[in-house]
């Protein structure tokens, strides 16, 4: 499984991206049973959780993010999805994206989130 995150940028505080990730190969019947979930890494700290789905699309966050957070699937494109408002200049990571038990799949590039105060 290979997965290519997208859809980060440079964005004022305040403002809003939406995060995709994709997974490529026929791998519908493996996507689609798995909880995902999206992860990032701040720069000098460790990657962390943000949000994760089941298979049936039930959510949870990090508590810092609740309500400003949104993650969603397409099992039927292969994609993951985090929609991302009110975003802060503590939300500046790059984000990534991978199913969430272990063992995880490989590990894509990511996608860059700067948010600018």
């Known amino acids: 499984v290979d997965l290519v995150e997208s859809g980060g940028g440079l964005v004022q505080a305040g403002g809003s991206l939406r995060l995709s990730c994709a997974a490529s190969g026929d791998i519908v019947s493996v996507f689609a049973p798995n909880p995902m979930a999206w992860y990032r890494q701040p720069p000098g700290k460790q990657r962390e959780l943000v949000a994760q789905i089941s298979s049936g699309g039930s959510a949870h966050y990090l508590d810092s993010l609740k309500g400003r957070f949104t993650i969603s699937r397409d099992n039927s494109k292969k994609t993951v999805y985090l929609q991302m408002n009110n975003l802060r200049p503590e939300d500046t990571a790059v984000y990534f994206c991978?199913?969430?038990?272990?063992?995880?799949?490989?590990w894509g590039q990511g996608t860059q989130v700067t948010v600018s105060s």
């Open positions: 991978n199913r969430l038990p272990d063992p995880k799949w490989p």
